[in-house]
């Protein structure tokens, strides 16, 4: 299945995070580590503002490193980001939910700092697979309210499908898939998304031209720092995206179809109408496959990164989809 980037940088609130968390260090005579550990500092003082804590779990061969957020006993949210993302890609959308949702946002094998063995399976079932098992291992019982992003909504989709009485309702957001109104190079041909791993200096600026429609201004020190973290992952992230070329080869438009056609539950699509990675047009096309999902939602003037590029307007229509499901009268069993 095709794959679209995540990248975990904020707008307005990093920059100011930024100001307070850096200005007592004097850049010129900064090490890389003391960058690292600012940009950590960072990350971590918008988990909090977004009502987050930082965790890990470990289950089987899996350490999983999440952050979670709201409280116990209110309805359950999971929220998978894109591959060579991070958990924190979706922050800023978190901290409108976590006042009356129970929030659980994963890093997934590959990405974050979850860790996984050296000759772990990144396929997209086994991915989905073990997403079971970690859901399980934290005790989030009963059915969970799921979204995915990019590569996280082949994920999504495939968990929906997989395990529909543990799922409430679908967010698609910008969502990978094997679809017939392919127009972008990344969806004709899956072999350029090895042109979109950042392996060396200035491959993030290339992947910010191409996941945003107009990328915010980024700090020097932050964009290197998400850089050295992003080339530092790399391994893991050519392994799944080989992954994700060979499901291309063993799927098809039929079969994948197939797989949303099975899908029951209430689904929201959103999409960024000028996405350079999935051609927006596939939105229509993933609808009509799904049995209950509403009239994609397009955002004009965003690009591949709808939680970062425009969160306010992704909470906007997520909120009120996520009250009428939680509002909606439970559907009774015909009489016999």
């Keep these: ?111 974050g700092e979850t860790q996984v063995p050296k000759e772990f399976d990144y396929s997209v079932p086994n991915v989905t697979e073990k997403l079971r098992r970690f859901i399980e291992a934290a005790n989030l019982t009963g059915p969970a309210h799921i ?9 999504a989709m495939l968990y929906a499908g997989q395990y529909s009485f543990e799922t409430k309702s679908l967010f698609l957001v910008n969502a990978a898939g094997v679809y017939r109104t392919a127009t972008t190079p990344y969806l004709k041909d899956p072999n350029q998304i090895r042109n979109m791993v950042v392996s060396k200096k200035g491959d993030f600026n290339f992947l910010m031209q191409q996941a945003m429609y107009a990328p915010p201004f980024i700090p020097k020190e932050i964009a290197q720092a998400q850089e050295q973290m992003m080339i530092g992952q790399v391994e893991q992230t050519k392994k ?47 609808k009509s496959l799904l049995k209950n999902a509403q009239p994609p939602v397009i955002l004009d003037k965003v690009g591949h990164m709808p939680m970062l590029e425009a969160d306010q307007l992704v909470v906007q229509q997520y909120l009120p989809f996520l009250n009428k499901i939680q509002t909606a009268k439970p559907a009774t069993a015909p009489s016999p």
Aim: charged share 15%.
């Design 1 to 111: 299945m095709n794959i679209l980037f995540s990248v975990p940088l904020r707008k307005t609130f990093t920059a100011a995070l930024l100001a307070c968390s850096l200005s007592a260090v004097a850049i010129s005579t900064t090490q890389a580590a003391e960058i690292e550990m600012s940009f950590q500092n960072l990350l971590q003082q918008e988990r909090a503002w977004a009502g987050l804590q930082s965790k890990t779990l470990k289950v089987g061969d899996i350490t999983w490193s999440y952050s979670e957020g709201g409280q116990a006993g209110k309805p359950i949210i999971v929220l998978i980001h894109g591959l060579a993302g991070s958990r924190d890609n979706w922050n800023r959308v978190a901290q409108a939910l976590t006042a009356n949702y129970h929030v659980i946002i994963p890093d997934l094998p590959a990405s």
């Design 147 to 155: 979204a995915g992003h990019s590569l996280g909504g082949s994920v």
């Design 240 to 286: 799944m995206i080989e992954q994700v070329i060979a499901l291309n080869k063993l799927y098809t438009p039929d079969s994948f179809a197939l797989l949303t056609r099975a899908i029951d539950a209430p689904t929201l699509i959103l999409w960024g109408k000028q996405d350079k990675i999935i051609n927006v047009e596939v939105a229509s096309e993933l």
